[in-house]
């Protein structure tokens, strides 16, 4: 059995859905990526615009990377609700620890078969904060296509998946493989959905319109205009996926929230005890509760 065999039986073992594998340099889409921050569209990100000059080359996350391995990870179908029907988007888990570091440890057994089979290299396991574009490298390595809603989409799974890398400077024969041509056709169901108009049309995004941008990253509340449009979602936004023919059971939810009361009421210790280590602590408290309050003004107009 070959090296990239031998690791993708492992990822598949560990939980990995989709493993794909390419050598190391400037990732697919740079181009396009650099016109998109060009044209100001990362909202008030402003390390995605300082970052990019890193993003041209993995070896600015990893010195003499040799080779770049693709790994995706699912996460389900059910998305979390209060008894309320309030809720947030499936990737937000809050009944676990955010994602970029129990992937990181889920992964970390494959650094030691690289160690083993490759003495001597250096290898790094990134989880979507350091500046690589991963859906490129993704894509290169045969993992899945672009969708016109700009994600990765496995084509027998979907799109409900975080993606990680390893980087190495392992240097290993890399199988065969086939950039998938995107499956979406003529269908057009994301950008017809987007709640904002984020998605301006196939694979052209308006970040700092994104409600998933809205209500996580940007700093400050969401105004009462965005509060409608976000609907029953106060964390996050799932809809360009929901309607995506590829995910299935989109209407799947699972009660595992507080009560929007306990949660408006909650205080720092309370918030840090049960969400401190989820997905819900890069928002904070107060930007839930400031975007429960955008939702849903009129039910709780004076809550403190």
Same mark, same amino acid.
């Given at each position: 059995?070959?090296?990239?065999?031998?690791?993708?039986?492992? $990822?598949?073992?560990?939980?990995?859905?989709?493993?794909?594998?390419? =050598?190391? @340099?400037?990732? &697919?889409?740079?181009?396009?990526?650099?016109?998109?921050?060009?044209?100001?569209?990362? @909202?008030?990100?402003?390390?995605?615009?300082? %970052? =990019?000059?890193?993003? $041209?080359?993995? @070896?600015? #996350?990893?010195?003499?990377?040799?080779?770049?391995?693709?790994?995706?990870?699912?996460?389900?179908?059910?998305?979390?609700?209060?008894?309320?029907?309030?809720?947030?988007?499936?990737? !937000?888990? &809050?009944? +676990? &620890?955010?994602?970029?570091?129990?992937?990181?440890?889920?992964?970390?057994?494959?650094?030691?078969?690289? !160690?083993?089979?490759?003495?001597?290299? /250096?290898?790094?396991?990134?989880?979507?904060?350091?500046?690589?574009?991963?859906?490129?490298?993704?894509?290169?390595?045969?993992?899945?296509?672009?969708?016109?809603?700009?994600?990765?989409?496995?084509?027998? %799974?979907?799109?409900?998946?975080?993606?990680?890398?390893?980087?190495?400077?392992?240097?290993?024969?890399?199988?065969?493989?086939? +950039?998938?041509?995107?499956?979406?056709? &003529?269908?057009?169901? *994301?950008?017809?959905?987007?709640?904002?108009? $984020?998605?301006?049309?196939?694979?052209?995004?308006?970040?700092?319109? *994104?409600?998933?941008?809205?209500?996580?990253?940007?700093?400050?509340?969401?105004? /009462?205009?965005?509060?409608?449009?976000?609907?029953?979602?106060?964390?996050?936004?799932? #809809?360009?996926?929901? #309607?995506?023919?590829?995910?299935?059971?989109? @209407?799947?939810? #699972? +009660?595992?929230?507080?009560?929007?009361?306990?949660?408006? %009421?909650?205080? =720092?210790?309370?918030? +840090?005890? /049960?969400?401190?280590?989820?997905?819900?602590?890069?928002?904070?408290?107060?930007?839930?509760?400031?975007?429960?309050?955008?939702?849903?003004?009129?039910?709780?107009?004076?809550?403190?």
């Amino acid at each position: 059995m070959s090296f990239h065999e031998r690791f993708s039986q492992l $990822a598949r073992d560990l939980g990995f859905i989709g493993v794909g594998f390419c =050598r190391a @340099g400037p990732p &697919p889409f740079l181009g396009e990526y650099n016109r998109w921050v060009d044209a100001g569209k990362y @909202g008030e990100m402003e390390w995605l615009r300082k %970052h =990019r000059e890193l993003k $041209a080359d993995p @070896g600015n #996350v990893l010195e003499h990377c040799a080779s770049v391995i693709t790994l995706a990870y699912p996460y389900g179908p059910e998305k979390p609700r209060t008894s309320e029907g309030f809720t947030a988007a499936r990737y !937000s888990r &809050p009944l +676990e &620890p955010d994602y970029h570091g129990s992937i990181k440890a889920t992964a970390r057994p494959l650094l030691g078969l690289i !160690s083993k089979e490759y003495p001597g290299q /250096r290898s790094r396991i990134c989880v979507d904060s350091a500046p690589l574009l991963e859906r490129g490298f993704a894509w290169a390595a045969g993992v899945g296509f672009i969708g016109k809603n700009n994600m990765l989409i496995i084509p027998e %799974h979907g799109s409900y998946l975080f993606l990680a890398e390893v980087v190495t400077t392992a240097s290993f024969p890399i199988p065969a493989s086939k +950039e998938m041509v995107t499956m979406c056709g &003529p269908c057009r169901r *994301c950008v017809d959905a987007c709640p904002t108009g $984020a998605l301006e049309g196939p694979f052209s995004l308006d970040a700092g319109k *994104c409600l998933s941008y809205l209500t996580v990253e940007k700093k400050g509340p969401v105004d /009462r205009e965005t509060g409608k449009r976000m609907r029953n979602c106060f964390f996050g936004c799932d #809809v360009c996926q929901e #309607v995506c023919p590829f995910n299935r059971d989109a @209407g799947k939810m #699972v +009660e595992c929230l507080p009560p929007v009361g306990t949660l408006l %009421h909650m205080g =720092r210790q309370s918030f +840090e005890t /049960r969400f401190g280590k989820t997905a819900f602590a890069r928002a904070g408290l107060e930007k839930m509760k400031s975007n429960i309050r955008a939702m849903a003004q009129d039910a709780f107009p004076q809550t403190p």
